[in-house]
C-alpha cells in the first residue's frame, strides 16, 4: 500500500506540477510538500486544498481510500481527523462521524454507537442538500464480510440515511433480520421480501409474514466509498 507522500508525489508528478507551484496553488510552502513525498511531514492542516488542486479526495490522499461511482464530484468529500479541520473553513462542510450497531434482545432494540474513531467523512453542504439528505439523519459505518461484493468488499465505508426506511426494490440498505445486523440489497415480492446477497456463494434469505416481526430497515445506504 502507498503513503500518503507517495500518493501525493504520484497525483502531482501526473499533474506536471513541480513541487514549488503545487505549494503555490495550494497554500502551503514548498519545503512542506518535499517533506511530505519524503514521509518526513504528514501534515494535513491544507488537506482539502490539495485535494482540490490534485482533482481527488481527501480521502484518497490520507487513506488510499477511492470515492465510488455514486460519491459527488472529487472536492466534496474527505475523511480526516477533527484536528486536521481546526484551520480549514468548516461553514461549507458537515462531518458524519462512523458508528457501530449496538443489539440487544428484541426487534427495536438497536442501538448507534458512535465509534471511538478520530476520522470522520466530511461532506459540502450543496451536496447534502441537491439530495435532499439531512445531516442528523446520516450515519457512517464499515462494511464487514464480503457477501456484497462486488459491489461492496470487507472494510468498505458506506453512509446511511436512516430516515429512508421505504423498500425500492434494488437498493441497498443496513436491516435487522433475526437478531442480526446485515447490509443487503432488498426486493418486495408477493410473498415477503428478499433480502439479497450479490456473492453467488450467498444465498437470499425471504422475510415472511411469520418472520416479519424479526425484521426492521435500520437505513438506506446513499453513499459507498472502498
Known sequence: MTTFG???????EGKQLSQAKLGKLAGIKQSTIAQIERGRNQSTRRIIELA???????NYLLNGVMDLSIVPSSSEIGSYSEKDMDNNDQGAYVKIPYYDISLSAGIGNATWIVRDNP??????KSWLQRRGLHEINLKAMYVRGESMEPLLYNMDTILLDISDTDIVDGSVYAIIFKGRLYIKALRNTEDGIDIISLHPDYECMRVTQETYSQFQVLGKMVWRGG
Not at 507517495?6 to 502531482?12: K, P, T, Y
Not at 482540490?52 to 481527501?58: F, G, H, S, Y
Not at 476520522?119 to 459540502?124: D, H, S, T
Open 6 to 12: 507517495e500518493r501525493l508525489a504520484r497525483l502531482r
Open 52 to 58: 482540490e488542486v490534485l482533482d481527488t479526495t481527501p
Open 119 to 124: 476520522e470522520k467523512l466530511l461532506f459540502r
